[in-house]
C-alpha cells in the first residue's frame, strides 16, 4: 500500500512539471538544437540554404559533416566582434540609465502610502497592454526631425532648427530605457517595499543622518532588487533587434540586427546560426552569476 | 533633589488627526533612574517614548533633556539612544558592524571603536558571535545585540520599548535581572516601555502608569501597589478586591464604611477627613485578608461564605469566595505546610477577616 502510494506521488509530481518541462524542450531545446545544427552546416545556393549535417553515404552509414567554419569566420571579420562589443556598451549604458531614473520611481513608490501604491504599481505595467512595436513604432513619431519633440522645442523657442535624434545612438537608449523600465521598477520595488522601516529609525537613533542611512542601510539591502532589475533588463537589450531596427541609424551596430542582416539579406544561415550561438553562449555567464546571487540571498 | 531633572516633559500633548494619544502630560525623570511606562496597549507609552527618541514631535509642550529643550531636535541629534522592539538589527552587517555603527557616525577613531565594541560585547557576554550576522543568532542573543548597539554611544538616557517582549517566560525573568544590573554598571537613565506590570515592579525605581494618554500615577513600585491612588491603578496592578459604600461615620483615621454589596459595614483607615454620605470604594489585596474555618477572635473585619473556585498555583493558592450577598471575594494565602495538610477544599463554610489598616480608601 505504501509503495503504492509514494508511486502514485511520484506520478502525480511528473505530471505537474511535465507540461512546462515540455513546453520548453519543444519550444526552447528543440529550435536551439536545430539552429546549433545550422550553424555547423555549410552553406550552399538551395532551399533551405544549407547542406546537411546528417547524411546517409553508402552501406546505410550515417555521415556527420560538422563544419566550425563559421565559427572561426565569426573572428575573422571585425564586423562581429564590433557588434558584440557594441551591443554590450548600449545595454549596459542604458541598463544603468534605466537603474538611475528607475531607482528613485521604485523608492516613491514603495514610500508612497499604502492605498497609493497599487494605482502607481499599475501606471507602471500599463504600457505592456500596448504591443512594444506600436510603442516604438510611437516613439519615431516623437523622436523624428519633424515630429512632436521638436516641433515642441521649436514652437518654445529653444531651438531654430531639429535636432536629429532619430537613427542615432540616442534614439536607442531612449527607446530601450522605455521599454525596458518596468523590468528594473519591479523587482526593486519588491526589495524595498519589504523592508522594514524601523532600520531606518534604528539608524537615525544612531546618529545617522537621513541621506546616509540611505546609502549605509537601504541601498544595501535593496541589492538583491538592483541585481534582479540589472540583469532583467541587461541580458534581452543585448540581444535587443526591434528597437535598435527602428529607431537607430545606419551606424547603430547591435548584434540583433546583425543576426537579423545575415539571415535574411544574405541569406547565410549558417553564419547567423553561428552568431546566435555565441550570443547564447556569451550571455550565459551573467544568467549564472544571477541565478548565483539569487540562490545566496535564499540562503541567508 | 536639588539638582534638576534630568528629563523633563512639560504639558506635552501628541495628536494623530482626532485622535488624542498623549494629552497634557507632565514627568520628570533624574538622572540615573530607571523608569518603566506601564499601561495597556494604546495607552499612549509608547507614543511618549517616541518622542523622547525624537521619532513623533510633540502637537503641544516641549520636553528638555539635560536643560535643553528638544523637542524638535531630530532623532539623530539627540542624546539619547533606543531599542526597538524588533531590536532592528541591521540584517546586512555583523554583531560587531551593528555595534559599532553608531560609533562611525560620530567618528570616532577606529582604535577606539574597537575598544568600545569589544567592552560592549563582553558586557553582554557575545564576545564568541562578533562576527555572526543577525539572522544566525537567537531572540536572546539578538536582543543582547540590541543592547549592546543601544549603549555602545554611552547616550544620556536609554529608551527601551518592551525590551523583554519578544523573549519567553524563562528568559525573561533571567534578562530582567541582567538589565537592571547593567543599567546599575553604566549608571545610565533607563526609561522602559512595558505592558507588563510585573516586569515593570521589578525592573524599575518609579513606575507611571498610563490611561487614555494621561498619566494616571507616577510612584515606586511600593507605592503604587500599596496606595494606589485610583480604582484603575489598583486594578491594573496586582489583583484586587473593590468593594464600593459610603461613608457612615468614623472615628479618628478608622472610617465605617456601608456596603450594600457585602450587605454590612467595614472599616477601614484613611488619614485625611472624609465626608459622611460621601462614595467611596475600599480596596483589598486578596494576599492582606485571611482566611480559615473559624473566625478570628477580635477581627474588626470579619466576613463569611463558602468556597466556589480555587486556583492552585504551587506556591500559593487564590480562593473564590462567595458571600451570602452573593458578591465573590479573592483571597490568596501561601501554601506553607508540604502536602498541603489542612487545606481548605471547595464549598466549604470559611471565614474571611483582614485589618482596616490593610485596606485603601479610594475616592476615584
Redesign the interface.
Known amino acids: 500500500m505504501i509503495v503504492s502510494r509514494r508511486v502514485k506521488q511520484r506520478l502525480g509530481r511528473f505530471l505537474v512539471v511535465l507540461p512546462p518541462y515540455g513546453w520548453l524542450v519543444v519550444f526552447f531545446l528543440l529550435p536551439f538544437l536545430i539552429v546549433l545544427k545550422i550553424s555547423l552546416s555549410e552553406l550552399q545556393a538551395a532551399i533551405p540554404p544549407y547542406k546537411a549535417v546528417f547524411s546517409w553515404a553508402e552501406d546505410g552509414i550515417l555521415q556527420l559533416r560538422l563544419n566550425f567554419g563559421n565559427y572561426s569566420y565569426l573572428f575573422s571579420d571585425d564586423l562581429y566582434v564590433l557588434a558584440y562589443l557594441n551591443s554590450l556598451k548600449i545595454a549596459a549604458f542604458s541598463t544603468l540609465l534605466t537603474l538611475l531614473i528607475g531607482y528613485p520611481m521604485a523608492y516613491t513608490i514603495a514610500r508612497a502610502p499604502s492605498r497609493y501604491r497599487n494605482p502607481l504599481l499599475m501606471l507602471v505595467v500599463l504600457p505592456f497592454w500596448t504591443s512594444l512595436l506600436i510603442r516604438v513604432y510611437s516613439w519615431m513619431g516623437i523622436l523624428k526631425n519633424e515630429g512632436l519633440l521638436n516641433s515642441f522645442l521649436m514652437w518654445l523657442g529653444i531651438i531654430d532648427s531639429p535636432i536629429q535624434i532619430m537613427e542615432t545612438n540616442m534614439a536607442v537608449y531612449i527607446g530601450i530605457v522605455y521599454s525596458y523600465l518596468p523590468y528594473m521598477i519591479l523587482p526593486l520595488y519588491a526589495t524595498l517595499e519589504k523592508m522594514?522601516l524601523?532600520?531606518l529609525?534604528?539608524?537615525?537613533?544612531?546618529?545617522?543622518?537621513p541621506f546616509?542611512a540611505f546609502l549605509?542601510?537601504t541601498l544595501?539591502?535593496s541589492m538583491p532588487g538592483v541585481i534582479a532589475g540589472t540583469l532583467l533588463v541587461f541580458i534581452p537589450a543585448v540581444g535587443e533587434f526591434v528597437i535598435p531596427d527602428l529607431l537607430g541609424g545606419p551606424d547603430t551596430l547591435m548584434i540583433g540586427k546583425v543576426i537579423w542582416a545575415e539571415f535574411f539579406d544574405n541569406r547565410d544561415w549558417p553564419v547567423a546560426s553561428a552568431v546566435a550561438v555565441a550570443i547564447l553562449i556569451l550571455l550565459v555567464v551573467p544568467i549564472m552569476i544571477y541565478q548565483r546571487t539569487e540562490s545566496k540571498v535564499e540562503a541567508? | 533633589m536639588t539638582n534638576p531633572p534630568l528629563i523633563r516633559i512639560e504639558r506635552v500633548t501628541k495628536r494623530f488627526g482626532d485622535f488624542t494619544a498623549v494629552n497634557q502630560v507632565d514627568l520628570d525623570i533624574r538622572q540615573g533612574e530607571f523608569f518603566a511606562l506601564l499601561g495597556a496597549s494604546g495607552c499612549g507609552k509608547t507614543t511618549l517614548l517616541r518622542m523622547l527618541?525624537?521619532?513623533e514631535t510633540p502637537s503641544e509642550g516641549r520636553i528638555l533633556i539635560d536643560g535643553i529643550d528638544v523637542s524638535s531636535v531630530?532623532?539623530?541629534?539627540r542624546p539619547?539612544?533606543?531599542m526597538?522592539q524588533?531590536y532592528?538589527?541591521?540584517?546586512?552587517m555583523s554583531v560587531e558592524q551593528n555595534i559599532a555603527?553608531?560609533l562611525q557616525?560620530?567618528k570616532m577613531p577606529k582604535g577606539q571603536i574597537a575598544e568600545r565594541v569589544k567592552a560592549m560585547l563582553d558586557m553582554v557576554q557575545m564576545t564568541p558571535y562578533a562576527k555572526r550576522?543577525p539572522?544566525q543568532l537567537s531572540g536572546g542573543q539578538r536582543q543582547r545585540v540590541a543592547l549592546a548597539?543601544?549603549l555602545a554611544?554611552q547616550p544620556k538616557v536609554l529608551l527601551l520599548d518592551e525590551p523583554l517582549g519578544a523573549l519567553d517566560k524563562k528568559l525573561r525573568e533571567q534578562t530582567q535581572l541582567e538589565l537592571v544590573n547593567i543599567q546599575d554598571r553604566v549608571g545610565i537613565t533607563f526609561i522602559m516601555v512595558t505592558h507588563d506590570q510585573e516586569e515593570a515592579m521589578t525592573m524599575a525605581c518609579r513606575v507611571g502608569i498610563m490611561k487614555e494618554g494621561k498619566i494616571a500615577q507616577i510612584g515606586t513600585p511600593f507605592d503604587v501597589y500599596e496606595t494606589p491612588n485610583s480604582r484603575f491603578v489598583g486594578d491594573f496592578i496586582g489583583n484586587a478586591n473593590m468593594i464600593e459604600g459610603s461613608v457612615s461615620g468614623g472615628e479618628g483615621a478608622d472610617w465605617q464604611i456601608d456596603s450594600p454589596a457585602l450587605g454590612c459595614s467595614i472599616t477601614a483607615r484613611h488619614e485625611a477627613p472624609l465626608p459622611i454620605g460621601s462614595e467611596v470604594t475600599v480596596m483589598v489585596r486578596p494576599e492582606k485578608m485571611s482566611i480559615g474555618r473559624q473566625a478570628v477572635a477580635g477581627a474588626i473585619n470579619t466576613l463569611s461564605g463558602r468556597i466556589t473556585d480555587i486556583a492552585y498555583l504551587g506556591d500559593m493558592s487564590i480562593y473564590h469566595v462567595k458571600l451570602a450577598s452573593g458578591r465573590k471575594i479573592q483571597v490568596s494565602q501561601a501554601n506553607l505546610r508540604q502536602g498541603g495538610g489542612g487545606r481548605l477544599e471547595h464549598d466549604e463554610e470559611v471565614s474571611i477577616c483582614w485589618h482596616p489598616g490593610d485596606s485603601v480608601v479610594l475616592l476615584a
Open positions: 522594514d524601523t532600520l529609525e534604528a539608524a537615525a537613533d544612531l546618529g545617522c543622518a546616509k549605509k542601510i544595501p539591502l541567508e | 527618541g525624537g521619532f531630530p532623532p539623530y541629534e539619547v539612544n533606543m526597538f524588533s532592528a538589527l541591521f540584517p546586512h555603527f553608531g557616525q560620530d550576522k539572522a548597539r543601544s554611544k
